[in-house]
C-alpha cells in the first residue's frame, strides 16, 4: 500500500471482511483479506514510530544511568552508616571491655590481698607452732 490509496471494506461471500485497494483513477489495485492486511499494517512502523523507538534507546540509557547513580548513592550512605555505627559499637564494647578488664583487676587484687593476709596468717600460725616445738 505505497502512497495514500485508499481502502474501501466489503465482504466475502464467506463472510470474512475485505480491504479493497483502489489506485489514484479510483479503480480496485487489488482486494486483501481484512485479517492479512492488518497483521502487516501492525508488523510496519510509522515514520514517528520509528523516530520515536530511535529516542527510546536514549531515554533507557538515561533512566540506567540515573539508577546506577541512585543505587550508588544508596550504597555509599550505607556503607557510610554502617561505619559510623560500627565505630559507635566498637567504641562503645571497648568501654565496656575496659571496664570489665577494671572490675576484674579490682576483683583479683582484693582476692590478692586476701590471700596475702590469709598466707600471712598460716605463716604466723606456722611460726609460732614452729617455735612452740623448738620450747
Known amino acids: 500500500m505505497a502512497g495514500k490509496a485508499r481502502r474501501t471494506v ?3 461471500s464467506k463472510g470474512k471482511k475485505l480491504y479493497a485497494v483502489r489506485d489514484k483513477t ?3 489495485k487489488d482486494i486483501q483479506q481484512y485479517s492479512r492486511a492488518h497483521a502487516m499494517d501492525m508488523k510496519r512502523k510509522s515514520k514517528s514510530e520509528l523516530q520515536a523507538a530511535a529516542a527510546r534507546p536514549a531515554k533507557k540509557a538515561a533512566k540506567k544511568v540515573a539508577r546506577k547513580a541512585a543505587k550508588k548513592a544508596v550504597r555509599k550512605t550505607a556503607r557510610k552508616t554502617v ?3 560500627a565505630k559507635k559499637t566498637t567504641r562503645k564494647a571497648v568501654t565496656r571491655t575496659t571496664a570489665a ?3 576484674v583487676k579490682k ?3 582484693r582476692a590478692g590481698k586476701a590471700i596475702g593476709a ?3 596468717a598460716v ?3 606456722v611460726g609460732a607452732r614452729r617455735t612452740a616445738k623448738k620450747k
Do not use: N
Open 118 to 120: 590469709v598466707k600471712r
Open 26 to 28: 479510483g479503480k480496485f
Open 107 to 109: 576483683v583479683v587484687k
Open 83 to 85: 561505619k559510623k555505627t
Open 101 to 103: 578488664k577494671r572490675a
Open 123 to 125: 605463716k604466723k600460725a
Open 10 to 12: 466489503l465482504y466475502s
